[in-house]
């Protein structure tokens, strides 16, 4: 065995785990119904500023809705105790009085919400070696109800036939295919029972169907708690998936179709606020691991660039970050363009365009 | 409404596992924002609309945890460091705090980190791990052979 032994790790292990401090007090803040204010991430505070201006938006929307009737505008809640599920970021703002910590609603009497979900859309990557389609994660805020968890509003969006993904940008589940329910068990699988259409696959081909089911298992799973999903169809497991008649009857997760993926995925959302620092990660499988970053202008000037290693490649996936504290974001907008370098002749290969957007730029609406 | 039941629920299974959780997250962010993340890891377990049905709390919480600390980016340590290294030798840290090691542990990977404490904290066998991270045995086998691997070349 190459590297550390065993002995010396789990005495690493040890030294670590010795500098432990002593565990913080009983968080009793969670017994109030009141939302935690302290210390919110920067990206839920992004999130929480931009779905304040979405909800001043809204107000005429929902007045339409309301049969002319508004409620006031409530608390809006940025903590984390509003989403329960992995890392990407998920926000819901009140429009009634209403407190978003589950099963301690003191008022429902406004039917709706705006929350921000992820849903993955696909794109063709410049310079495809594989032509396979690449996976683009983007932050959107719809409109929910307030029972309805982050993911089942995730996956209702992108289902919805009239989700209008931005140019350059694709979604390969046909109208008809919708979500009747999601549930999530404790053993980190989402369970995600779909109407009879979704039988029928893409209706383009198995590499459409691949890319659809890797849509879904995206935007239903995350990389910590749930990286499983279990599609069902009246309750019962598919065994029969479209084009090719799939056997998709045990849990899905992100491995499961990914080299039907181009060799360069997008993991989060490009989100924040403008002075924060831009975070971009994602899972590669690409030569000599190394992912290359570049941003772009509008008038093509790159005016950053960077690259980083994945923590496999050349033949494995790994995964990748980018940081970047100290770039001048004032001169967006700006194209990221995630890509690698062809051996053979060192052009970009792959490459993923993403654009940056920030602030009340982000959280996009793609539903009319 | 939370029932006084419901408080007593969760403070007891917080007191029961807050030493091990503060342990664990202090091997995935370090000393200094343990804390922090064991904090933010129980009120989100504990609003989960999920805690109430989840038959193994304490392996959920372990999991909250690394969610939490991936969520807390593993660059807070490295701007810790600094700000250590910057201070200089005259700065005042608790004997406990062992900075070779944490400059050593901090060029890992939130999910190496993961794989090693669990392997050679807890003492789980793969599959234990496996199950824990969410992850295939394939992949914590990855995680521990890279992680031994930039050790050897960091602390060697």
């Known amino acids: 065995m190459s590297g550390y032994d065993d002995q010396r790790m789990k005495d690493l292990a040890d030294r670590l785990v010795a500098m432990s401090p002593e565990p913080p007090p009983f968080p009793e803040e969670v017994t109030l119904t009141q939302p935690r204010v302290s210390r919110p991430s920067p990206v839920l505070m992004f999130a929480g500023a931009a779905v304040v201006v979405l909800v001043l938006a809204a107000i005429p929307l929902l007045l339409f809705r309301g049969g002319g009737s508004v409620e006031p505008i409530g608390p809006t809640t940025t903590s984390p105790v509003a989403s329960t599920e992995g890392s990407e970021p998920s926000v819901t703002s009140t429009v009634a009085p209403t407190t978003t910590v589950p099963g301690e609603t003191t008022s429902t009497s406004a039917p709706q919400i705006l929350q921000g979900v992820i849903i993955f859309l696909t794109q063709t990557p410049e310079n495809s070696v594989g032509g396979n389609p690449a996976l683009v994660p983007f932050f959107t805020t719809v409109v929910a109800a307030p029972g309805d968890s982050a993911e089942e509003v995730a996956l209702r969006t992108l289902t919805n036939p009239s989700l209008a993904p931005p140019a350059g940008f694709d979604s390969h589940i046909p109208a008809g295919v919708d979500v009747v329910s999601v549930n999530s068990d404790t053993e980190g699988v989402r369970v995600v029972d779909m109407n009879q259409a979704f039988l029928g696959g893409s209706g383009s081909g198995l590499l459409g169907d691949f890319t659809m089911l890797n849509q879904l298992v995206y935007t239903a799973t995350d990389e910590e708690l749930y990286p499983r999903v279990q599609f069902t169809v009246g309750g019962e497991p598919v065994t029969q998936f479209g084009t090719d008649g799939l056997d998709i009857s045990e849990p899905l997760d992100r491995v499961t179709f990914i080299d039907e993926l181009n060799s360069v995925i997008l993991t989060s959302a490009i989100t924040g606020s403008r002075g924060d620092p831009l975070v971009l990660t994602g899972i590669a499988n690409v030569f000599e691991a190394t992912v290359s970053l570049e941003l772009v202008d509008l008038d093509g000037n790159v005016v950053y660039d960077d690259f980083t290693t994945a923590s496999c490649g050349t033949g494995c996936w790994g995964s990748f970050s980018f940081h970047i504290e100290d770039f001048d974001f004032e001169s967006t907008p700006l194209i990221a363009k995630v890509f690698w370098h062809s051996p053979e002749d060192g052009e970009p290969a792959d490459v993923v365009s993403v654009p940056v957007t920030w602030g009340d730029e982000a959280g996009r609406d793609f539903l009319p | 409404m939370i029932t006084a039941t419901g408080v007593m629920d969760n403070e007891q299974v917080y007191r029961s596992y807050a030493v091990e959780l503060t342990r664990y997250a202090t091997g995935l962010v370090g000393p200094f924002d343990a804390a922090d993340v064991v904090t933010d890891a129980?009120?989100?377990?504990?609003?989960?609309?999920?805690?109430?049905?989840?038959?193994?709390?304490?392996?959920?919480?372990?999991?909250?945890?690394?969610?939490?600390?991936?969520?807390?980016?593993?660059?807070?340590?490295?701007?810790?460091?600094?700000?250590?290294?910057?201070?200089?030798?005259?700065?005042?840290?608790?004997?406990?705090?062992?900075?070779?090691?944490?400059?050593?542990?901090?060029?890992?990977?939130?999910?190496?980190?993961?794989?090693?404490?669990?392997?050679?904290?807890?003492?789980?066998?793969?599959?234990?791990?496996?199950?824990?991270?969410?992850?295939?045995?394939?992949?914590?086998?990855?995680?521990?052979?890279?992680?031994?691997?930039?050790?050897?070349?960091?602390?060697?």
Not at chain 2, 125 to 135: D, H, L, N, W
Not at chain 2, 144 to 149: D, F, S
Request: charge should be positive; glycine fraction near 2%.
């Open chain 2, 42 to 156: 129980c009120l989100k377990a504990f609003s989960s609309r999920k805690w109430s049905e989840v038959s193994n709390r304490r392996a959920y919480l372990y999991r909250t945890v690394l969610s939490v600390a991936t969520d807390h980016h593993r660059s807070t340590l490295s701007r810790r460091l600094r700000e250590i290294k910057t201070a200089g030798p005259e700065s005042t840290l608790p004997e406990e705090v062992d900075v070779d090691v944490l400059s050593a542990v901090e060029r890992l990977s939130m999910q190496q980190r993961a794989a090693v404490l669990l392997t050679y904290w807890a003492d789980l066998p793969v599959e234990a791990v496996a199950s824990q991270m969410g992850v295939s045995t394939g992949a914590v086998k990855r995680h521990l052979a890279r992680a031994r691997k930039h050790l050897e070349e960091w602390l060697s």
